[in-house]
């Protein structure tokens, strides 16, 4: 039962159009991939970090490089038991991304090899999830135009990508064309501390939830923003790529510096964390939302499952991986009526196409 090798892959994805966000823009869905082979069978695992280390300091690129060169290697020979990656790898605090594929993976040949799911392993109840969707920045008259049009596809929700002076008017004009649709806004850290009163504005307007709108070393500015949010206005200030870890999570609750938290199975290390971190945030009454990644549909069916539990109260980014990829090895989640199945088939996702994985890999490394 015991870790034979790995095959890692860099992919290219085109997407069906640019992700814009404040902390860049994406055109081709860079993206690392890894398979585990072991006595007991394959399974495959996601490294969701983007084509450049500008959302966290984590690559795709680069994430290929630290697997093969210093990560898979450890594994070789260890138990095929996801804690042992965890536990093997833990002097990589600073890849959790990678660290996550390598715990997808093999948690996959695990799930695969009793002919259990992952919503099965997590003990989820719900059969579906809401879908909800992320919308880049875009001119205004546009990104209104582009979010009716996802309204009226279904979506429960939308996640408005803001910057300073891409805020208000945005704002308002999809509060005046869809007055009741579950509206966040993520600002990937673009705010300054004296920028507050824009961001109270914005609560004023309707808003439901502010997603990072401070940088990740700005806690003291997400707790006096929380301060003044009080009574009716007190919506979730989500914290994303200020919690890469347990540690940082608990950190900025003893500061007041988050009431709500985007967990990404990625961003925090893998799977078995963002359960942590789930269960966390139940216990001190904090409403978690299913972060996505421009994941492929591998990384997306984790996210389906794992949002399907209780403390995810607030709309994920979950939405099928073609939203953003135009290409994608894997089969797709589907949208139905607003919502998406949680998967049921055995591990985390069926293997990917091998037709579609050969004409999208850049470059292919087999470990073992
Ligand atoms: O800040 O939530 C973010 C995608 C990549 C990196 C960071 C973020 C996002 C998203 C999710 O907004 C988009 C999606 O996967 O649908
Ligand atoms: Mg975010």
């Known amino acids: 039962m015991a870790i034979s090798g790995f095959d ?15 902390h860049g823009e994406t055109t081709v ?35 290929f490089d630290a697997l093969c060169r210093w990560m898979a290697p450890e594994l070789l020979g260890q138990p095929i038991d996801h804690r042992v990656v ?28 009793s002919g259990r799911s992952l919503g099965r392993w997590l003990g989820v109840e719900r059969d579906s999830v809401p879908a909800g969707v992320s919308v880049g920045l875009a001119p205004v008259d546009e990104t209104v135009e582009r979010v ?18 891409h805020d208000r008017a945005l704002v308002a004009a999809i509060r005046r064309r869809l007055p009741s649709i ?11 501390p004296d920028d507050v009163e824009v961001l109270l504005e914005l609560v004023d307007m309707g808003v439901d939830a502010l997603e990072q709108p401070f940088g990740t070393d700005q806690a003291a500015a997400a707790a006096d923003l929380i301060r003044r949010l009080s009574g009716p206005r007190s919506i979730p200030v989500v914290a994303d790529e200020a919690v890469g870890s347990l540690a940082a999570a608990q ?100 293997d990917p196409d091998p037709e579609v994985l050969a004409a999208t890999t850049v470059e292919q490394r087999t470990i073992g």
Not at 33 to 39: E, F, L, Q, T
Request: proline share 7%; hydrophobic share 45%; glycine share 10%.
């Open 8 to 22: 890692i892959f860099l992919l290219e994805l085109p997407l069906r159009e640019p992700f814009v966000a404040s």
């Open 29 to 63: 869905r860079t993206i690392t991939v890894v398979r585990v082979a072991s006595d007991i069978g394959d399974g495959w695992g996601e490294c969701s970090a983007l084509p450049s280390a500008t959302y966290t300091a984590e690559s795709a690129a680069d994430s």
């Open 86 to 113: 965890r536990r093997v790898l833990a002097d990589f605090a600073e890849r959790p991304m990678a660290v996550s594929s390598l715990e997808m993976a093999v948690l996959d040949a695990e799930l695969r090899r």
């Open 148 to 165: 009716v049009d996802l309204a009226a596809e279904g979506y429960r929700r939308v996640k408005l990508k803001i910057k300073p002076d």
């Open 182 to 192: 579950e509206l966040q806004v993520d600002a990937n850290g673009a705010y300054r």
């Open 251 to 350: 950190e900025l609750l003893d500061r007041r510096a988050l009431t709500g938290l985007s967990i990404k199975p990625a961003r925090v290390g893998g799977l078995s964390v963002a359960v942590e971190l789930h269960d966390l945030c139940r216990a001190r009454g904090l409403p978690a939302t299913a972060g996505g990644m421009l994941e492929t549909g591998l990384g997306r069916r984790a996210l389906a499952a794992l949002a399907a539990l209780p403390g995810f109260s607030l709309t994920g980014d979950l939405s099928p991986a073609g939203r953003w990829l135009a290409v994608d090895p894997w089969p797709d989640l589907e949208m139905v009526g607003g919502a998406i199945a949680v998967p049921t088939g055995p591990g985390i996702a069926p």
